[in-house]
């Protein structure tokens, strides 16, 4: 079992950077994929970033490649998203998930955290 809490989220200009944090508790964490997706009002729930168990492997959306970056502390049972060069479209709740394994799919992940709400300004 896995429970999670994002914080970070805030209001922050366009070009700006902000990092969210997710902390997990959970005998399972270690073990668990993370990923960070991302769900702005009438869009659908988009795949931002994700990592795997060990750290060693990252995969991210299109949309935000290049700008974000995922991270993780196994030992402090945190991952991280480090957002850089905001854009307005970038709005969004965030969510960090977990999961058996690196996927991009919103319905394969089986914890999710209640979100953190990041808003972008001009």
């Known amino acids: 079992q896995v429970v999670l809490v994002e914080s970070g989220g805030g209001l922050v200009q366009a070009g700006g950077s902000l990092r969210l944090s997710c902390a997990a508790a959970g005998r399972t964490f270690s073990r668990s994929a993370m990923a960070w997706f991302r769900q702005a009002p009438g869009k659908e729930r988009e795949f931002v970033a994700a990592?795997?168990?060990?750290?060693?492997?990252?995969f991210y959306g299109d949309s935000v490649k290049g700008r974000f970056t995922i991270s993780r502390d196994n030992a402090k049972n945190m991952v991280y998203l480090q957002m850089n060069s905001l854009k307005l479209e970038d709005t969004a709740v965030y969510y960090c998930a977990a999961g058996l394994l690196v996927r991009a799919v919103p319905d394969e992940y089986d914890y999710w955290g209640q979100g953190t709400q990041v808003t972008v300004s001009s």
């Open positions: 990592i795997s168990w060990s750290g060693n492997s990252t």
